[in-house]
């Protein structure tokens, strides 16, 4: 498959060894090492038909690269919704946040919202409570949980950790406002609206 590679690196996994060797001969030889691995990492990817598949081949730190390069190939086979939500799932949570929000906004905003909704499940409620917990006193992410009990269990974790307790946070929020609702992981967590998250009453706990 022809996939569009542009502004991707082929970051290398933890294991394969990113330094450099004083011995020329032994340097040389790391370079084709590495090089070869280049080269089989690019035609395993080349070689995925399913353009969620392909990305996933790919070191996480290329993963949204490559699927802002294959916008329309994800969204032709159907898979850009899925693609977004499995990067997201990956490094967020309720409770822990990576990557750059301005970038999830874009993604989630660009979603088709049927698509994205049947990637989870009914959400049970008109109208419910949600809440949220963060180290780092960010209140206004795209991750919260109907869990409460859940919350407590990370606040005392984090605490007997020497983390800190975090900050808790809380707003009221609609059927409508959810993108997503994600029953089967523990957290019972939902994916607001990135609009509505700009303007939502958020209190601290």
Known sequence: ??????????????????????????????????????DGLRKAVEAERDPLEAMMRLHKRDRIQFLFNNDRAFREAGRFEAAVLRLYTLTNSP????????????????????????????????????????????????????????????????????IGRGKIYVTETTKKDILVYLKDRQEEEVILDPQFVRTATILAL
């Open 95 to 162: 409770f822990v946040s990576e990557g750059d929000p301005q970038v999830w906004d874009q993604l989630f905003e660009s979603c088709d919202r049927e698509n994205l909704r049947a990637l989870g499940g009914p959400f049970p409620f008109e109208s419910a409570r949600v809440y949220r917990i963060a180290i780092t006193a960010i209140e206004k992410g795209l991750s919260w949980t109907l869990s409460r009990k859940k919350i407590q269990a990370f606040e005392d974790r984090w605490e007997e950790q020497g």
């Open 1 to 38: 498959m022809s996939w569009n590679f542009e502004a991707i690196e082929f970051l290398y996994p933890p294991d394969v060894y990113m330094g450099t060797f004083d011995n020329p001969k032994m340097q040389a030889r790391h370079e084709e090492m590495k090089q070869k691995k280049l």
